[in-house]
């Protein structure tokens, strides 16, 4: 029981570190919007 609390609190960080990710990389994909295309 116990690891299944930490695995939920780590997802939720994980939630967090992506959005700040993709925050960062909408500010450089205005300038790589090729890099756009080969992540799809």
């Given at each position: 029981m116990d690891?299944?609390?930490h695995a939920?609190?780590?997802t939720a960080s994980a939630k967090i570190l992506e959005?700040?990710?993709n925050r960062l990389s909408r500010k450089s994909k205005g300038k790589k919007n090729k890099d756009k295309s080969k992540k799809k």
């Open positions: 690891n299944g609390k939920k609190e780590k959005k700040v990710k």
